[in-house]
C-alpha cells in the first residue's frame, strides 16, 4: 500500500510567486491536513479537508489556501511568497476527519521543502 | 506557555546508552503521539497512546494521564535512532488537529 506523497520534494521560489504543493494520501484515505514546519515556530496546522471541504483552517494569513480533489489528493497554495513561508510543508492523511480522529494513527508524507529568495 | 512542551530540547548519546525523552502537556488529550522525524523531513509515526505503555523493539512509550506526562524510551541506543522525536496530541480542544511539541534533536554517536 502506498504512503502519502507529496510532490515536488524540493522548490525554490522567489519573493511574490506563488507555489503550488500537491499531497496524495494513501488509498482509501479521505482526509488530508497541512502543516507547516520551520526552526522558529515548529510545526503549525494549516488546514485540513475532507470530501473535498475544507473542515479546520489554522491562524495563517489568507495567501494560504487549499483544495481537495474527488480523488481525495489535494493542493496547497501559497501566494505572493513571503521570504518567512520558507518552511518543510507536510500532509497527512486519515481514513476520518475532524473530531472522529480521536484514536486514529498519523500517516506523514516526506514533505516538500520550500526556499523562498 | 506551549501546551506541549519536550524534554530536552537537545541530546547527544554514545551508541549503547538508555534514552529518554519526556513530553508534558496542559489540555485534555484523546490520544498522544511520539513521531520521529529524519534528516530528510519525512515523519514516521512510532506510536499512538491513550493510556499505560507500549513497546516496539527497543524502543517503549509511556503516558501517565493524571499527570499529563508521557515518556518515549530507547533501550541499547544505536546511531541510526538519531533523529528528532516530536511529541503530538490530539485533543477536542483543537478538533483533533495535532498540536505538537517542540522536538527533541537526538545525536547516538557510535
Known amino acids: 500500500k502506498a504512503g502519502v506523497t507529496q510532490t515536488p520534494r524540493y522548490l525554490i521560489k522567489t519573493r511574490g510567486q506563488q507555489v503550488t504543493l500537491s499531497c496524495s494520501p494513501i488509498?482509501?484515505?479521505?482526509?488530508v491536513s497541512w502543516y507547516q514546519q520551520t526552526p522558529g515556530q515548529g510545526l503549525q496546522f494549516l488546514f485540513e479537508y475532507f470530501s473535498e471541504t475544507q473542515r479546520n483552517k489554522g491562524n495563517f494569513p489568507g495567501r494560504f489556501s487549499g483544495r481537495q480533489f474527488s480523488n481525495s489528493r489535494s493542493e496547497m497554495n501559497v501566494s505572493t511568497l513571503e521570504l518567512g513561508d520558507s518552511a518543510l510543508y507536510l500532509c497527512a492523511s486519515s481514513l476520518v476527519w475532524g473530531t472522529d480522529r480521536a484514536n486514529t494513527e498519523a500517516f506523514f508524507g516526506q514533505g516538500t521543502r520550500l526556499t523562498v529568495v | 506557555k506551549n501546551e506541549v512542551e519536550q524534554s530536552p530540547q537537545n541530546l547527544t548519546a554514545q551508541e549503547g546508552e538508555f534514552i529518554t525523552i519526556n513530553c508534558s502537556y496542559s489540555v485534555g488529550i484523546s490520544a498522544l503521539h511520539w513521531l520521529q522525524q529524519h534528516p530528510g523531513g519525512g515523519i514516521v509515526s512510532l506510536f499512538m497512546?491513550?493510556?499505560g505503555k507500549k513497546k516496539h523493539g527497543r524502543l517503549i512509550a509511556t503516558i501517565n494521564i493524571q499527570e499529563k506526562h508521557s515518556s518515549l524510551h530507547i533501550t541499547a541506543s544505536h546511531p541510526r535512532d538519531s533523529a528528532v522525536y516530536i511529541c503530538?496530541?490530539?485533543?477536542?480542544?483543537?478538533?483533533?488537529?495535532?498540536?505538537f511539541g517542540p522536538g527533541t534533536r537526538l545525536s547516538v554517536l557510535p
Open positions: 488509498s482509501g484515505h479521505r482526509s
Open positions: 497512546l491513550s493510556s
Open positions: 503530538a496530541v490530539r485533543s477536542d480542544n483543537y478538533g483533533q488537529n495535532f498540536v
